[in-house]
C-alpha cells in the first residue's frame, strides 16, 4: 500500500513568493496532520482535520499559513508571502479513525523548505 | 495542559551496548496514549509502539523494550545490544482523549551507536 505522499520533496524559493505543500493521504485514512521541523522548535503540529474539517488550527503560526482539505484524499498546505523564518521540513500525516487520540500516525517523507 | 520531555538531547554508545531513553509526560485526562517514533537520518518518521493509559504492561519486541509506569509518568524506551541502525532520533509522543486529539511531541533525543 501506498504511504502518505508529499510533494514536492524539495523547494527552494525567494521571500515573498506563494509556496504550495502538497499531501495525499493513505487511502481510507480519515484524520490528517501538518507538522512543521526546525531545529530550534522540534516538531510542532500546525493543523489537523478529522473528516475533511479542520479540528484545531491552533498551532498555524499566523495567517500567511492556510490549509486546505478540497477532498478526503489531498491536502495543501500554503504559506503566502513566504519568508526566510518559514524555512523547515513540514510533514504531513494520517491517521485512521473516529477518535483519534490512539491512533498512531503514518508520516510522509516531508518536504524542505527553503525560503531565500 | 500535556506536556512531554525528553531530558537526554543525545545519547552516544558503543555497538552493543543497551541504552535507555527517558521520557516524562503530563497529563491531567485519566484516558491518555503515548507513542514513540523514530527519525532516522533519511528524515521519515516511523511508529514504533503505542501503548494507552490502562495498559502498563511493558512490551517487548526484538531489541526493543518499553517500560510504562503511570506513578512516575514515564515511558522509556530500552534498546538492548544496540546497532549502528539504531541511530536516529527518538520521538516519544502524547495524546489526549480531551485533548482534541492532539498529540504532543517531545523534543526527541538524538542516539548515536558507534561501531
Known amino acids: 500500500d501506498a504511504g502518505v505522499i508529499q510533494s514536492p520533496r524539495h523547494e527552494v524559493t525567494e521571500m515573498g513568493q506563494e509556496v504550495t505543500l502538497r499531501c495525499k493521504l493513505i487511502?481510507?485514512?480519515?484524520?490528517l496532520f501538518w507538522y512543521r521541523q526546525t531545529m530550534m522548535r522540534g516538531l510542532e503540529l500546525l493543523i489537523y482535520?478529522?473528516?475533511?474539517?479542520?479540528?484545531?488550527d491552533s498551532g498555524m503560526p499566523e495567517d500567511r499559513f492556510s490549509a486546505k482539505m478540497p477532498n478526503a484524499s489531498f491536502s495543501t498546505l500554503k504559506i503566502q508571502p513566504s519568508e526566510p523564518r518559514d524555512s523547515a521540513v513540514y510533514f504531513c500525516?494520517?491517521?485512521?479513525?473516529?477518535?483519534?487520540?490512539?491512533?498512531?500516525?503514518?508520516f510522509g517523507d516531508g518536504t524542505r523548505l527553503s525560503i531565500l | 495542559a500535556q506536556k512531554v520531555t525528553q531530558a537526554q538531547t543525545e545519547i552516544s554508545v558503543v555497538e552493543k551496548e543497551d541504552v535507555t531513553l527517558d521520557c516524562v509526560y503530563e497529563?491531567?485526562?485519566?484516558?491518555?496514549?503515548l507513542f514513540w517514533y523514530k527519525q532516522p537520518p533519511s528524515g521519515e518518521l516511523v511508529f514504533l509502539i503505542r501503548r494507552n493509559s490502562f495498559d502498563e504492561q511493558n512490551e517487548i519486541s526484538g531489541r526493543y523494550s518499553w517500560n510504562f509506569q503511570k506513578s512516575t509518568s514515564s515511558f522509556n524506551f530500552t534498546i538492548t545490544a544496540s546497532q549502528v541502525v539504531d541511530s536516529a532520533v527518538y520521538f516519544c509522543a502524547l495524546s489526549e482523549r480531551t485533548g482534541g486529539f492532539k498529540t504532543i511531541f517531545g523534543a526527541g533525543t538524538r542516539l548515536f551507536v558507534k561501531a
Open positions: 482535520f478529522n473528516n475533511n474539517v479542520p479540528i484545531d
Open positions: 497529563t491531567r485526562d485519566t484516558t491518555y496514549y
Open positions: 487511502s481510507g485514512h480519515n484524520s
Open positions: 500525516a494520517s491517521s485512521l479513525g473516529r477518535d483519534n487520540s490512539n491512533q498512531p500516525q503514518h
